[in-house]
């Protein structure tokens, strides 16, 4: 199976600074259609989980423009701008290129 | 507007069957595909399978011989089961759309005599 590595459990940071959560990929997550089978998703308490980026980059309808995914093949980033309070979360990355799908370890956003 | 909830019980002995059901609104599921996911203490997350519009399944090879997902489509609902459970079980449960843009708000189920 696909293994993903985010390689920060938590990341400790103020509101306003920028951050960005890694996720690395055992195999290239590209597609042939051109697409990487990569997303982002955010938890937090009480909430259900929100799907932030699909396709690598591509943001889901409603999630804000400080969202950005990057990243190709087996290398991939979600960058948060000036991060909000509401940011303070886990992150996963999920492939869904090959079966069995397959989750980041997560990255907790901590307030500094 | 899709919505998703999960019902069962949230203690349920080593050995036994853990068996939850997902609600959807919103949204016909013999449209799409439906899947379980779920959340270990520790935050580990990990896809358990899914069901699809037409009814045919796939699952996650680590659980294949356990679990089993079927559906009610007349009252728009999906199951998981999953059997001879043990403490490694223990987790939150969630039910989600498998595009993964609807999901519910998870079920702790613990596992425990």
């Known amino acids: 199976q696909i293994m993903l590595t985010q390689q920060a459990e938590s990341l400790w940071i103020s509101p306003g600074e920028r951050v960005s959560i890694t996720c690395r990929a055992s195999?290239?997550?590209?597609?042939?259609?051109?697409?990487?089978?990569l997303s982002w998703y955010q938890q937090r308490p009480g909430q259900t989980t929100k799907a932030l980026i699909y396709h690598a980059s591509v943001r889901t309808d409603g999630v804000p423009t400080r969202f950005i995914g990057s990243g190709s093949g087996t290398e991939f980033t979600l960058s948060i701008e000036h991060v909000q309070p509401e940011d303070f979360a886990i992150y996963y990355c999920l492939q869904t290129l090959k079966s069995p799908w397959t989750f980041g370890g997560g990255t907790k956003l901590e307030l500094k | 507007e899709v919505q998703l909830q999960e019902s069962g019980p949230g203690l349920v002995k080593p050995s036994q069957s853990l068996s939850l059901t997902c609600s959807v609104t919103?949204?016909?599921?013999?449209?799409?595909?439906w899947g379980w996911i779920r959340k270990f203490p520790g935050n580990k997350m990990e896809w358990m399978g899914y069901i699809s519009y037409s009814g045919s399944t796939s699952y996650n090879p680590s659980l294949k011989s356990r679990i089993s997902i079927t559906r009610d489509t007349s009252k728009n609902q999906f199951f998981l089961q999953l059997n001879s459970v043990t403490t490694e079980d223990t987790a939150t449960y969630y039910c989600?759309?498998?595009?993964?843009?609807?999901w519910g708000q998870g079920v702790m189920v613990t596992v425990s005599s």
């Open positions: 195999q290239s997550l590209l597609y042939t259609d051109g697409k990487h089978y």
């Open positions: 989600a759309r498998n595009t993964g843009d609807y």
């Open positions: 919103g949204y016909s599921i013999t449209s799409n595909y």
